[in-house]
T-cell receptor, first 110, second 114 residues
Framework: GIQVEQSPPDLILQEGANSTLRCNFS?????LQWFHQNPWGQLINLFY???GTKQNGRLSATTVATERYSLLYISSSQTTDSGVYFC????????????FGAGTRLAVHP | DAGVTQSPTHLIKTRGQQVTLRCSPK?????VSWYQQALGQGPQFIFQ???????QRGNFPDRFSGHQFPNYSSELNVNALLLGDSALYLC?????????????FGAGSRLTVL
């Protein structure tokens, strides 16, 4: 079946550090999105990025659809960046169904 | 501009009972999707509603059913609850003709089955 694999599974950073989170998918993907889930469970949509690069403040994302991966960059991390980061996409035969990876759990310490 | 609202936020049920969860989509959105998130895992797609009909369904048994109302709000019903149904249930809304299936999630309903 379709697989969405995220790495690393866990990440611990000091405040101010930079990091790169990776998402690999096993098939051609549509609707690739990155989400941040805060400690209270709220999922926030960070990027809709089926291809190319986007930036929003300290965050940026790049998707290389032909090579079936996407990257999320966090620069100058802050404690409020802590939580779980998910990538998700839809695949052929299931345009409306987002398949999520298992997430990268990020802890940023002061 | 209200986002996606879900109710109740927390609830506890016993095995065999039935539960109904409610969702109001973000203003301007017309499509509602439901996801189940078990502890420590990513959300899993249950189904999506558009124009008051179930349009697509994930790998969930018929005990999971739903409804969408003319005002686009939605309900998720789970019958004959099992211990394994304990999870965070997330509702997400989107706009069908936006050209992209960009989801906005609610804060979720946390269900505990004892």
């Amino acid at each position: 079946g379709i697989q969405v694999e995220q790495s690393p599974p866990d990440l611990i950073l000091q405040e101010g550090a930079n990091s790169t989170l990776r998402c690999n998918f096993s098939d051609s993907v549509n609707n690739l999105q990155w989400f941040h889930q805060n400690p209270w469970g709220q999922l926030i949509n960070l990027f809709y990025i089926p291809s190319g690069t986007k930036q929003n403040g300290r965050l940026s994302a790049t998707t290389v659809a032909t090579e079936r991966y996407s990257l999320l960059y966090i620069s100058s991390s802050q404690t409020t960046d802590s939580g779980v980061y998910f990538c998700a996409g839809s695949f052929s035969g299931g345009y409306n169904k987002l398949i999520f990876g298992a997430g990268t759990r990020l802890a940023v310490h002061p | 501009d209200a986002g996606v609202t879900q109710s109740p936020t927390h609830l506890i049920k016993t095995r065999g009972q039935q539960v109904t969860l409610r969702c109001s989509p973000k203003s301007g959105h017309d499509t509602v999707s439901w996801y189940q998130q078990a502890l420590g895992q990513g959300p899993q797609f249950i189904f999506q509603y558009y124009e008051e009909e179930e349009r697509q369904r994930g790998n969930f048994p018929d005990r999971f059913s739903g409804h969408q109302f003319p005002n686009y709000s939605s309900e998720l019903n789970v019958n004959a609850l099992l211990l394994g149904d304990s999870a965070l249930y997330l509702c997400a809304s989107s706009l069908e003709h936006s050209g992209a299936n960009v989801l906005t999630f609610g804060a979720g309903s946390r269900l505990t089955v004892l």
